[in-house]
C-alpha cells in the first residue's frame, strides 16, 4: 500500500516526526490553553553574569 | 571552475549587506553585557521561535540532509530527523527546570547540578568545541554552496562569508543574531516551501515524485533505506540526535533569553511544529531532486553538491534565486548562533571561572574577542575542511549526547545525586562515547550506546561511593 506514492511505513515515519516536532504545541494547547492551567514565572534572582540583580 | 552568474552574485552580495546593516542597528541597542548574551532577558515570542527555528536549520539541514537523500533515500528520516523532532518536542517539558534553577548556560546548570564551579570551565571546553566544530561545518557548507552558484573561487568566497558573520555577530550579540534570525527563519520556511511547490509542478505532482523517486531504486522510500540503517543503528541515531536539542548551549541561552517562562514554552512548541512540518518539505525537496537530477542526466559524485547543481544546472534562475536566498538563510542563521555560543562559553563559563570579579565590560570585551578568534580559525579550516558536513555533524552528535544528557537531566530532578557522580558521569560519557566513536564502532554497537551505558554506570558507581555526601550546593570558588 502507498501514500502518496511512497510506502505506508515511509508515510507513517513522516507522520510520526510531524507529531514528535508538536508534543509541545499539543501539550500547550491541551493544559494552558483549553484547561486554562496558570504557568508559574519564577523570580529571577540574578544577572546572565551571575551578578544580584540591583532593586530599582 | 564554473562562470560567474551576475544574478546570484547580486543576490547574494544585497542579502549579506542587509544583514550587515542589521548587525550595525543592533551594535547601538547592545549596552550591557546582557543584551550581548541573551538580549537582556526580553524575548518576545514571535523573535523567540523564529530564532530558533533559524538556528536550528543549517547548512546540514539544506546542503547536508538533501545530500544524504540523494545518496540514501528519505531513511534520514528516520534516523536523523525524527530524533532531532522528538527532542524539540521533549525540551518543552524541561523549561520550568531550566528556567527554575535561574541559570544561563549548560555549564551554570551543570555546576549547579554538581556543586562544583569546577564543572563550568571543563563542561564549557566541551561545548566550545562542539560549537566550534559546527562552526566550520556551517563555512563549509555555505562556501561550497555559495562558490558554486556564484562562479566565485571558494577559497575567497569562505573569506567573504566568515568575515560577514563575525562582524555582525561582534557588533550586535544576540540581539543581532535574533534580529537576523527573523528574517532568515521566515525567508528560509517561505522559499523551502515555494521551492518544493515548483518542483513537484514540474515533476507533475507529489505522488509522481515518489513514485519516480522509488522507481530508481525502492531502498531510497523504505524507512531504513537499503540497508542505509539497521533497527539497533537507527535506534542509536534517534537516541543521538534527540541528546544533542538538549546539551547544545545555543538551546539553553534561547531559554534563558526569553521575557518568561510562558514565552520560554511558546517559542518551543511553535517551533517544534515549524520545523517538523519543514523538515517533511525539505526531505520531499531532497526525493524531488533527486528525481530531478536522475531525469535529466545530472550525476552528482559529491553529493552535498546534488542541491547546488540542481539550481546552477536545472533550475531557471529566477527560482534558483529564491531558493539561494532560503539556503543562505539557514546557513548564516546557525553559523551567527554557533559564534554567538563561543562567544558566551569563552566568557561566561570559562574566562569569568578564573576571573570571577571581572566587570561585566570586560565580560562583553572577552565574549567579542573571542567571537573573533573563533571565526577567524574556524574560517581558516574551512578552507581544507576535514570529512563531509554529515559525518561531523553524526559526531559531535556522540560527543555532546554521552557526555552530558544523562547526569545533567537525571540530576535537574533528582538533585540528591552527589556531584562527584555526576562529574564522574560525564567524563565516562564522553570518553567512552568518542573513544568507542573514534575506533568506528567495534561490533557493531553503536558509539551513543557505548557513552549512555557508561554515563549511567559511572553515575550509578558514584552514588554508592558518594551517595552519603549532603547534597550539593554551589560553591562560591
Redesign the interface.
Known amino acids: 500500500m502507498t501514500v502518496l506514492g511512497m510506502p505506508l511505513e515511509m508515510f507513517l515515519v513522516f507522520v510520526a516526526t510531524i507529531l514528535a516536532g508538536s508534543i509541545g504545541a499539543i501539550h500547550y494547547v491541551i493544559v494552558h490553553i483549553i484547561l486554562g492551567r496558570p504557568i508559574e514565572e519564577p523570580l529571577t534572582d540574578q544577572t546572565a553574569a551571575g551578578r544580584p540583580v540591583e532593586n530599582e | 571552475m564554473s562562470e560567474v552568474n551576475p544574478f546570484y552574485l547580486a543576490t547574494f552580495v544585497i542579502y549579506l549587506t542587509i544583514i550587515l546593516l542589521i548587525g550595525g542597528w543592533a551594535y547601538l541597542k547592545t549596552n550591557t553585557?546582557?543584551d550581548f548574551?541573551?538580549y537582556g532577558?526580553d524575548l518576545g515570542p514571535t523573535l523567540a521561535t523564529w530564532s530558533f527555528v533559524a538556528n536550528f536549520v543549517s547548512s546540514v539541514s539544506v546542503i547536508g540532509f538533501i545530500g544524504a537523500v540523494y545518496a540514501d533515500g528519505?531513511s534520514i528520516?528516520?534516523g536523523v530527523?525524527?530524533g532531532l523532532?522528538?527532542g524539540?518536542?521533549?525540551?518543552?517539558?524541561v523549561i520550568?527546570k531550566v528556567?527554575?534553577i535561574?541559570k544561563?548556560t549548560l555549564p551554570?546548570i551543570i555546576a549547579e547540578v554538581t556543586g562544583s564551579q569546577r564543572a563550568r570551565p571543563i563542561a564549557g571546553v566541551v561545548l566550545l568545541a562542539n560549537a566550534w566544530i559546527y562552526l566550520i561545518m556551517q563555512l563549509t557548507g555555505a562556501g561550497l554552496l555559495v562558490t558554486t552558484i556564484t562562479g566565485v573561487p571558494y577559497e575567497y568566497m569562505i573569506w567573504v562569508i566568515g568575515g560577514v558573520f563575525i562582524i555582525y555577530t561582534v557588533l550586535g550579540g544576540l540581539v543581532s543574531v535574533a534580529w537576523t534570525d527573523l528574517l532568515q527563519g521566515t525567508l528560509m520556511v517561505v522559499m523551502i516551501t515555494l521551492a518544493l511547490a515548483y518542483m513537484i509542478l514540474d515533476i507533475g505532482g507529489?505522488?509522481?515524485?515518489?513514485?519516480q523517486?522509488?522507481a530508481i531504486n525502492p531502498g531510497l522510500?523504505?524507512?531504513l533505506g537499503d540497508g542505509v540503517y539497521t533497527v539497533i543503528g537507527a535506534i542509536a541515531g534517534i537516541i543521538a540526535f534527540f541528546g544533542t536539542v538538549f546539551t547544545e548551549q545555543n538551546n539553553i541561552v534561547r531559554i534563558?533569553a526569553t521575557d518568561?517562562?510562558?514565552t520560554a514554552?511558546?517559542h518551543?512548541?511553535?517551533a517544534?511544529?515549524i520545523?517538523?512540518?519543514m523538515?517533511?518539505l525539505l526531505?520531499l525537496l531532497g526525493g524531488a531532486t533527486t528525481v530531478a537530477l536522475y531525469n535529466a542526466g545530472l550525476n552528482v559524485e559529491n553529493v552535498d553538491l546534488a542541491f547546488p547543481v540542481l539550481i546552477t544546472e536545472y533550475l531557471p534562475t529566477t527560482v534558483g534565486i529564491f531558493i539561494i536566498l532560503a539556503i543562505l538563510s539557514g546557513i548564516l542563521s546557525t553559523t551567527d548562533t554557533r559564534l554567538h555560543s563561543c562567544g558566551i562559553t569563552t566568557a561566561?563559563d570559562i574566562y569569568?571561572y578564573f576571573d570571577p570579579n571581572a566587570s561585566?565590560q570586560r565580560?562583553m570585551n572577552i565574549s567579542r574577542v573571542s567571537t573573533i578568534f573563533f571565526g577567524i580559525t574556524a574560517t581558516a579550516i574551512a578552507v581544507d575542511p576535514p570529512g563531509t558536513i554529515l559525518e561531523l555533524y553524526a559526531w559531535r552528535a556522540v560527543l555532546l549526547t554521552s557526555a552530558f544528557l544523562l547526569p545533567v537531566y537525571l540530576a535537574l530532578y533528582k538533585r540528591d545525586i552527589p556531584g562527584e557522580a555526576i562529574v564522574l558521569s560525564i567524563i565516562a560519557g564522553a570518553v567512552l562515547g568518542m573513544g568507542w566513536d573514534l575506533l568506528e564502532a567495534p561490533l557493531g554497537f553503536p558509539a551513543v550506546f557505548v557513552g549512555l551505558s557508561a554515563a549511567a554506570l559511572a553515575l550509578a558507581i558514584g552514588n554508592v561511593a558518594w551517595g552519603s555526601s549532603p547534597a550539593p550546593t554551589p560553591t562560591a570558588d
Open positions: 553585557v546582557d548574551w541573551v532577558k528519505y528520516m528516520t530527523i525524527f523532532m522528538l524539540i518536542g521533549c525540551l518543552y517539558f520550568d528556567r527554575n535561574d544561563f551554570d507529489i505522488a509522481a515524485t515518489n513514485a523517486f522509488a522510500v523504505a524507512p534563558s518568561s517562562v510562558k514554552k511558546i518551543i512548541a511553535a517544534g511544529v520545523l517538523s512540518i523538515y517533511a526531505i561566561r569569568d561585566d565580560l
